[in-house]
Nanobody, 123 residues
């Protein structure tokens, strides 16, 4: 599956952004989806994951309660709603797809990656 992420931008601390990731080429509902982020000089880290049907989600502790991941399979799209943004959330955000069941947190568990979208949070 090919993935295209969008929605990044510059926002002040406390603000909100919604990232989107659109899939194509395969049956989107067959894939668990995840978001990861990579800040300058740091390793890529897990942000959130959602199951095939969207009934289950998982979040990194650092974003729990502030970010919400959802999906609309009829539109081949997942959405990452990010609220109460902090400067530490500044990073390039990547969506990814995995054919494995469950909620996957490891980068090695994902087969397809989007190109990334930059989120910058100013203080």
């Amino acid at each position: 599956v090919q993935l295209q992420a969008s929605g990044g931008g510059l926002v002040q601390a406390g603000g909100s952004l919604r990232l989107s990731c659109v899939g194509s080429g395969r049956t989107f509902s067959n894939y668990g989806m995840g978001w990861f982020r990579q800040a300058p000089g740091k390793e890529r880290e897990f942000v959130a994951a959602i199951s095939w049907g969207g009934l289950s989600t998982a979040y990194a502790d650092s974003v729990k309660g502030r970010f919400t991941l959802s999906r609309v399979n009829a539109k081949n799209t997942v959405y990452l709603q990010m609220n109460s943004l902090k400067p530490d959330d500044t990073a390039v955000y990547h969506c990814a797809a995995t054919p494995q069941g469950g909620l996957r947190r490891g980068t090695h568990e994902y087969l397809s990656w989007g190109q990334g979208t930059l989120v910058t949070v100013s203080s």
